[in-house]
């Protein structure tokens, strides 16, 4: 049995840079709201000025304690570093973006 470290890899946070920046580059620019808790975050954040990472993040602490309960500590500890990460770059990559027209967003971005 692999410990959670070993299954982290360098495609995880290839992942999340790229799911992150298309935030930045396609999403927020053009005001689409992915679904989850990240199209929530994405609410607040044109409501309120709240960061979209870090909101999607404390709006996920819920699910983590029932993924705790029901799916133990290696689920758990997986899907949230893959969440950190997630976050982080949603916050953190300050890209300009590609375009302002909603259908290109809705494309690119998803």
Do not use: E, K
Request: charged content about 5%.
């Amino acid at each position: 049995a692999s410990d959670w470290s070993s299954d982290v890899c360098s495609s995880d946070l290839l992942g999340c840079i790229i799911g992150g920046a298309a935030y930045p580059l396609f999403l927020t620019p053009c005001n689409i709201a992915p679904g989850g808790l990240t199209g929530v975050g994405m609410i607040l954040n044109y409501l309120f000025q709240f960061p979209i990472g870090t909101t999607a993040l404390v709006l996920n602490i819920p699910l983590f304690i029932m993924g705790y309960r029901s799916m133990g500590h290696v689920f758990v500890i997986r899907s949230l570093v893959a969440t950190v990460l997630f976050s982080l770059a949603i916050d953190i990559l300050q890209l300009q973006p590609l375009t302002s027209d909603p259908m290109l967003g809705a494309i690119f971005g998803g």
